[in-house]
C-alpha cells in the first residue's frame, strides 16, 4: 500500500495536484468518463495515462467463446490526437520512459543538473525524512527497502507510516499539529457539483443498485435503459451500474473528495499562476 496526506503547502501538494490531472483529463482533454455499469467496462481505465502510447489493450472473444484481452495497435489518427493532447489512452499505464523524459524536461527547464531523474525524489524524502529525525526503520519501511517478504509485512503490515506521511506533508512528527487552513471552508454545493458531474449520477445508480442486491433483484436489462427528463425538459439517459462494488463505491467517494480539494487548492494557485490556462 502507499499513502498521502494534504500538504500544507498548496504547491508541493501530490492530492491537489492529482484533482488537477484528473480534472484536465474529464474537463479539458476531451476524454469521457468510464462506464462503471460493470467492473469489466472500467477495471482497466488507468489512473496515469500516457500521452504517447502506439496500442491499447481491449476485450475480445477468441474461436473458443472466452473473453481475453489482447492488445489492438492504435491508428496513426488516433496516435496523433493522442500526442496534441485531444485524448489519452486510458488503457495504457504511464511507461517508464514517460516518466523520464517528462522529468528530463521539466529539470532542463529550470536549469537543474542531477544524475538522479526518475529516482531524485526517494532520495529527497529520505534527507527530508532524515533531518526530521524520522526512525530509519520506518523510512525503510515506507521507501520499501525493508524485508518485505516477511510474514509480519506481507500479512500484518499495511507498509504506511502515518510519522512519514505527516513529515512529507510539511509538517514535524509531533502528533496534533496536521492541520489544513484551506480545508476549513466548504466550497458550495452547487460549484462542487459542476466538478466530475457524472460521478454524482454514478452514486445515484450505485445506490439504486446495492438496494437491488439487498432485495435479492437481478439485474433487468430490459427495464433499464430508461429516458427521464429534467427540469429544462431536456432527455438524458439515466445511469445504471449492474455490478455494485466496494471498488466501485470508494472510488467515486474519492472522486467527490478531490473536486473539493481542486476547488480549495484553485483559490489559492490562482494567485501563484494567475496566467495558468486551468
Known amino acids: 500500500y502507499g499513502g498521502a496526506l494534504r500538504h500544507k503547502d498548496v504547491k508541493f501538494c501530490a492530492i491537489g495536484m492529482m484533482a488537477i490531472y484528473l480534472f484536465w483529463r474529464f474537463h479539458i482533454s476531451g476524454e469521457m468518463p468510464p462506464d462503471f455499469t460493470t467492473s469489466e467496462d ?5 489512473l496515469l495515462a500516457a500521452n504517447d502510447a502506439d496500442g491499447v489493450f481491449e476485450w475480445m472473444t477468441d474461436e473458443y467463446g472466452a473473453r481475453k484481452r489482447k492488445r489492438r495497435k492504435l491508428s496513426r489518427t488516433e496516435r496523433q490526437d493522442i500526442r496534441e493532447g485531444q485524448t489519452t489512452a486510458k488503457e495504457t499505464e504511464v511507461r517508464y520512459d514517460n516518466q523520464y523524459n517528462g522529468m528530463k524536461r521539466a529539470f532542463d527547464y529550470i536549469g537543474l543538473k542531477t544524475s538522479k531523474i526518475t529516482h531524485i525524489w526517494r532520495k529527497f524524502a529520505v534527507l527530508n525524512l532524515q533531518r526530521s529525525r524520522v526512525d530509519n ?26 510519522e512519514v506521511m505527516r513529515v512529507q506533508a510539511g509538517f514535524s512528527t509531533s502528533k496534533g499539529e496536521y492541520f489544513i487552513a ?25 445506490v439504486k443498485a446495492e438496494r437491488r442486491k439487498n432485495r435479492g433483484e437481478g439485474f433487468d436489462v430490459e427495464n433499464t435503459t430508461v429516458n427521464e427528463a429534467n427540469n429544462d425538459g431536456e432527455t438524458f439517459e439515466e445511469e445504471y451500474v449492474e455490478e455494485p ?16 480539494v481542486l476547488l480549495q487548492d484553485a483559490v489559492l494557485l490562482m494567485k501563484l499562476v494567475p496566467g495558468c490556462p486551468l
Open 42 to 46: 472500467w477495471f482497466d481505465v488507468v
Open 137 to 162: 526503520s520506518l523510512i525503510q519501511i515506507s521507501g520499501r527497502w525493508a524485508d518485505v517478504a516477511s510474514a509480519f509485512y506481507n500479512s500484518y503490515s499495511q507498509l504506511v507510516s502515518i
Open 245 to 260: 462494488s466496494k471498488s466501485l463505491h470508494y472510488f467515486l467517494k474519492t472522486m467527490k473528495f478531490l473536486r473539493k
Open 182 to 206: 484551506r480545508d476549513v471552508l466548504e466550497p458550495p454545493e452547487d460549484l462542487m457539483k459542476m466538478v466530475f458531474p457524472w460521478v454524482d449520477d454514478w452514486t445515484d445508480a450505485l
